[in-house]
């Protein structure tokens, strides 16, 4: 591979870095937590000045090579950076789903000691990661006589039923674990894994055991749910 | 992967332009033909990938282990352009102990100031033996920066709330590990089985040229070399369901060395494992201990890179020594310290 081939490379790899994080489908979230967005624009813009010297370079200092000492041959493995500006550009794939919740055991949850009141409103819109939490330490307590609303996934839970999830991500989609609630009362029904619902409910006492990592799953009782699109940030 | 260096050989100055035309056509053609052909077809292998489940989700894994990696990898490799064009020589030898044997543990502890994960590191590495850094010095330092710096040590205290014996026993046994990696090389290392890749000749460049054109180098080998071990890794997550490593959860024996496997195939960024760990509950400390410090040392991506930059004879010696040595070393902390 010659450098300006290398030049070109490192300006798509750039490109669609850039393109990634800075488009208004912001497709960095499906890979992802967004709080590395400052750091991408930087890396983008990095390698598009590199990409821009190398050809800049390549044009002007012909001569300075040409003399017998030019070593072009560089290594035939920069071509595999062309499969992340396919992967980015020409796929861009969406996010963990379904099928790496059924497959990965539920989140650990930790204890968080204290728990505050629910947000305004009822329902009070929380996460599956509080949710959770709150229904597994708190044994629902914090969550007496009030209705919360909850938005994630459908995806296989233990034995074959459906439960709502959430993928939790530390850095990138390679870490994500996922958080599994169970349902109870009027469960969603008729609808395809992967679909995005929102569930009104109460807390349940039931909590089940993942076979896949014997991590708890709680429950929620359901009063009323509707399927919706997927939100900006799918991961939590 | 060997990468040969050949050298053009000098040809008669009227043939020279001719053929200088014709090799150039060559690669920047292919690359054009190439993304032609993918934005024709681009609906219908979009559509394909999303058919199979479970190669979107690796497609998905893939590209998340690479835009991940894109701000380390660029940041390392800059920063080793500026060790290579703006540091000199004379700097290193001021800053590191003269003797070798102490020079390993002092490049070992000033990993910490580097807060980036694995990817960053190989680069910074090769930059440093390059300025005569001794290798064993560069090497510890390799395998303790990602490991021991603050983020990854913070994070690990954020993953195991109950458990603060974590943090200590994770920093303590990686800085152990990246010494007596250090000390060995001193040792039983030979010279030859580095060899660092041809590099452009920096020296009659301005800085400035040097400087990007290091740059250009070290993204387009160090990168070349991460996609290999990120797709090594996607394959790894996408095939592996989570039900196996339930079943040698109970064999304290069986569990270490699972783990340990387990952290050279998933090649998960330092800054991310513990988390990872801490959701393998069924597993006991000392083998979640193991997982984090192997991690950071050895992974598919890291030997992968490795070869890359140092040739293919040193990583086929490193990466099994440092993985053996990380295994019985975390083996005796997580004894020591969380039983």
């Avoid at chain 1, 909590?207 to 429950?219: A, L, R, S, V, Y």
């Avoid at chain 2, 989570?242 to 050279?264: D, E, F, H, M, R």
């Avoid at chain 2, 930059?309 to 969380?338: E, H, K």
Wanted: overall charge neutral.
């Amino acid at each position: 591979m010659n450098r300006l081939a290398q030049g070109v490379i490192l300006l798509l790899l750039g490109g669609s870095v850039l393109r990634a994080t800075l488009g208004g489908d912001q497709i960095y979230l499906r890979y992802v937590k967004e709080s590395l967005q400052p750091f991408l624009i930087g890396a983008g813009v990095l390698l598009c000045l590199t990409a821009i010297m190398t050809i800049v370079n390549e044009f002007t200092h012909q001569k300075h090579e040409d003399d017998g000492h030019g070593h072009h041959h560089e290594p035939r493995v920069g071509w595999m950076l062309l499969a992340p500006v396919l992967g980015i550009l020409l796929v861009a794939p969406p996010a963990l789903g379904a099928f790496a919740a059924g497959r990965s055991g539920s989140a650990q949850l930790q204890d968080a000691n204290l728990y505050p009141p629910l947000p305004e409103g009822n329902p009070a819109q929380i996460s599956l990661l509080d949710y959770a939490t709150r229904a597994i330490f708190d044994h629902g307590e914090s969550m007496r006589g009030r209705t919360v609303k909850l938005s994630g996934f459908m995806s296989q839970g233990p034995g074959g039923k459906q439960v709502l999830t959430r993928i939790m991500l530390s850095c990138c989609a390679a870490d994500g674990r996922p958080l599994k609630i169970g349902m109870e009362g009027n469960v969603p029904e008729g609808v395809r894994d992967d679909q995005w619902v929102e569930v009104i409910g109460r807390y349940s006492a039931t909590t089940e055991k993942d076979p896949i990592n014997e991590g708890d799953i709680p429950h929620i009782e359901v009063i009323e749910w509707r399927p919706i699109d997927p939100p900006r940030n799918q991961y939590e | 992967m060997p990468v040969t260096v050949t050298e053009r050989p000098q040809r008669p100055q009227d043939e020279a332009p001719e053929r200088e035309k014709t090799r150039r056509f060559g690669s920047v053609e292919v690359l054009a033909l190439i993304l032609i052909a993918l934005v024709v077809f681009r609906v219908p292998i979009a559509a394909k990938v999303m058919e199979f489940p479970g190669l979107q989700t690796w497609t998905t894994v893939f590209v998340s282990v690479m835009v991940q990696a894109m701000p380390f990898l660029v940041f390392g490799v800059a920063l080793s352009a500026v060790i290579a064009v703006y540091v000199p020589r004379s700097f290193w030898a001021k800053a590191l102990p003269k003797h070798p044997g102490l020079a390993v543990p002092v490049a070992g502890a000033a990993g910490v100031i580097l807060p980036g994960c694995e990817c960053g590191s190989v680069p910074i590495a090769g930059s440093l033996m390059r300025r005569g850094v001794t290798p064993a010095a560069a090497l510890a330092f390799l395998l303790a920066a990602p490991a021991i710096n603050p983020i990854v040590l913070t994070a690990t205290a954020v993953a195991f709330p109950g458990n603060p014996e974590m943090v200590v026993a994770r920093g303590a046994a990686s800085l152990v590990v990246a010494v007596v990696m250090g000390w060995l090389w001193l040792r039983l290392g030979k010279a030859e089985w580095i060899r660092l890749p041809h590099r452009p000749e920096l020296d009659g460049m301005s800085k400035g040229q040097a400087f990007w054109a290091s740059c250009r180098h070290d993204v387009i080998h160090a990168g070349g070399f991460l996609v290999l071990g990120a797709m090594a890794a996607a394959t790894i997550n996408v095939v592996v369901p989570g039900k196996w490593l339930q079943s040698l959860a109970g064999n304290p024996v069986l569990s270490v060395i699972a783990l340990a496997l387990l952290a050279v195939l998933l090649s998960i960024c330092s800054e991310a494992d513990a988390f990872v760990a801490a959701s393998l509950s069924q597993f006991s400390l000392t083998s979640r201990l193991v997982f984090l410090v192997v991690g950071p040392m050895v992974d598919l991506k890291l030997i992968s890179m490795q070869a890359g930059v140092f040739g293919r004879r040193f990583a086929v010696r490193f990466a099994p020594a440092t993985l053996a040595v990380a295994i019985v070393i975390a083996s005796l902390t997580g004894l020591v310290l969380l039983s």
